[in-house]
């Protein structure tokens, strides 16, 4: 559905006079597919193709669109004023005057920015996922930055959502860790958090595996105790996993993520084992060579318990997917991992489907690209990795000497707090504003710089918007303008603002079904660059007074649109900047 201002308009008027010259009640999606924009600026601001109307009304196209065109009726506040024929095709023209009226009431409203109608659809987001016993570098934070966004977009725009995380706290990478930290008694010497400092055991013990493969036997011994459940080391196992999900809880309040429910893949252990039991027993699974597996149709067997009746990452899956369906009834799931898991997501959605679930076609796996820094790749495991608390250490540092140095009546606390908004928006932009499926190099630099297309750019926006409503409010100035003035907006630069703001609800539309968040952050680098050009050539607070309120309300539903549409990526602006 269409849902900007033009198109709603243009849609109204079409579905009223086909109704008063037809006597046809056409439904709006049916309308929906027939606009279009003119091949050509000067043929007109809007297209409607005839085709669709002369199948249902047995005329010829033609002659249609000229009865439509000879008969149609302009109210004095449509923000359309005439139309022509062209064939098949009615080209209309817009009426600017009404257009900045039309758009400053809805801002007013509110309806805008407003959340959409309620939808029936439950929708689950799983993300983030980390593994405990390990570090959270850069490479996380983009499939945080995804999730967290996907779903604040697919809440506003009326589902019913649930945003889950799934923590990797069991396997092989936990025995490593908790074997190396029992042997090496290695010390937390730089005080780092507990959790983090796990992060370091794991990658050491797997940098001393590679040069002792040897003791790779007593790796396993561990893993068997573990699953074995010895006391000792379930006890240390338990503490440890402690350090690690309060790390990551840190991360997340630092970064304003939340979740609405945690899985551990500890506790899909034994529902695993149950399921495929069942299955077996169903003949959806077979045993091959001890081990049992499950052959799909045009995708590798997946194997989905161990010979030695243990289970695999596919075992677990399988069971969280049957306890999202049943426990939490949702009609979509979707899982946000990175794109060298998607053989793994499309065998476990096909096995889910063999086994009868018919969920499994509204499973999605939204796959997202690598982020390596311009020193090269990442990995937890060969210990080539930039931590995230050390990352956010050097773009604090950078932002106070290239910035917050400078602004000495600010009190340490307002410098505190702007920087971590600044670091946020930078590092979440710089996430999503790029194709989702690419691999990306995080550059903090870039990503941090006032210029060009960043957060921190749009941050400046929205903050510049601020300063001038404090000023008007200082100086008297009418907030709330007259509406009769928005006929005073006849620059272009304001044109080109009034045609971006009425266009927000329809991109959060076209995002919340195409999962491309990367084009709201294109929309909200378009807008802020508007804005700067309105602010550079159209003064608000020097202009007369009738000018200056409308240019007022004008920039006021910029701004909301920039605030609602950083909150949808997660970033909230700092007022002042
Ligand atoms: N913890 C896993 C990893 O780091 C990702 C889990 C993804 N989610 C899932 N349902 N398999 O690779």
């Not at 860790?177 to 010497?189: A, F, I, R, V």
């Not at 005073?488 to 329809?506: A, C, G, H």
């Amino acid at each position: 559905m269409q849902r900007s201002i033009i198109y709603t308009s243009l849609r109204n008027l079409l579905k009223d006079n086909i109704k008063w010259i037809f006597n046809l009640d056409i439904e709006e999606v049916t309308i929906n597919k027939q606009i279009s924009l003119p091949p050509k600026p000067e043929m007109g601001d809007m297209a409607f193709s005839c085709f669709l109307l002369a199948r249902e009304l047995k005329k010829s196209p033609q002659m249609i669109a000229n009865e439509l065109s000879m008969k149609m009726i302009f109210s004095e506040d449509d923000i359309f004023k005439k139309v022509e024929q062209t064939g098949p095709y009615l080209n209309f023209f817009l009426n600017e005057k009404n257009l900045s009226k039309a758009v400053l009431i809805c801002s007013k409203k509110g309806s805008l920015t407003k959340p959409f109608e309620k939808k029936q659809d439950k929708i689950m987001v799983e993300f983030s996922q980390p593994n405990t016993h390990k570090g959270i570098h850069i490479g996380h934070i983009r499939n945080m930055a995804v999730g967290d966004s996907l779903i604040r977009i697919l809440r506003h725009t009326g589902y019913e959502t649930i945003s889950a995380n799934y923590l990797g706290d069991s396997g092989a990478h936990i025995a490593a860790c908790l074997w190396h930290y029992e042997k090496s008694k290695m010390e937390n010497t730089n005080n780092s958090e507990k959790g983090e400092w796990l992060g370091i055991v794991y990658t050491e013990a797997k940098k001393y595996l590679e040069e002792n493969p040897t003791e790779k036997n007593n790796v396993s011994k561990v893993q068997k105790l573990l699953e074995n459940k010895d006391p000792y080391w379930i006890c240390l196992w338990n503490e440890t996993r402690e350090w690690s999900i309060e790390y990551f809880k840190s991360i997340y309040k630092w970064l304003d993520i939340h979740f609405d429910v945690w899985f551990y893949e500890s506790e899909e252990e034994e529902p695993g084992k149950v399921i495929v039991e069942e299955f077996l027993n169903k003949r959806i699974f077979k045993y091959s060579d001890g081990a049992v597996i499950c052959e799909l149709e045009d995708l590798p067997l997946a194997i989905v318990l161990k010979s030695d009746g243990t289970t695999l990452y596919s075992t677990k899956d399988l069971a969280l997917a049957k306890r999202k369906f049943e426990e939490f009834h949702i009609d979509r799931s979707i899982y946000v991992v990175g794109d060298a898991q998607s053989l793994h997501f499309k065998q476990i959605f096909s096995i889910l489907k063999k086994m009868g679930f018919k969920q499994a076609d509204k499973c999605y796996h939204l796959a997202y690209g690598m982020v390596s820094l311009p020193e090269g790749k990442m990995s937890s495991r060969t210990g080539n990795v930039v931590l995230f608390s050390d990352l956010k250490k050097s773009m604090n540092e950078y932002i106070y000497e290239s910035y917050l140095d400078s602004k000495k009546d600010w009190s340490d606390e307002k410098k505190k707090v702007t920087s971590r908004k600044i670091i946020v928006a930078a590092i979440k932009f710089g996430m999503l504003d790029q194709d989702v499926k690419k691999n990306i190099e995080f550059r903090m630099e870039d990503w941090l710089s006032f210029e060009g297309d960043t957060g921190p750019y749009i941050l400046y926006a929205f903050a510049r918007i601020q300063s001038i409503l404090r000023k008007s409010e200082k100086s008297g100035m009418e907030i709330e303008p007259d509406f009769d003035n928005s006929h005073l907006l006849t620059m272009s630069e304001e044109k080109y603002v009034i045609m971006d703001i009425q266009e927000f609800p329809d991109i959060i539309e076209h995002v919340a079904n195409d999962y491309c968040i990367d084009e709201l952050c294109k929309y909200l680098l378009k807008l802020s660059k508007d804005f700067s050009k309105f602010y550079h050539n159209c003064s608000v607070l020097k202009a007369d007074r009738g000018l200056a309120a409308a240019r007022l309300q004008l920039i006021k539903a910029v701004s909301e649109i920039l605030k609602t549409g950083l909150n949808l990526l997660g970033i909230d602006p700092p007022e002042e900047m």
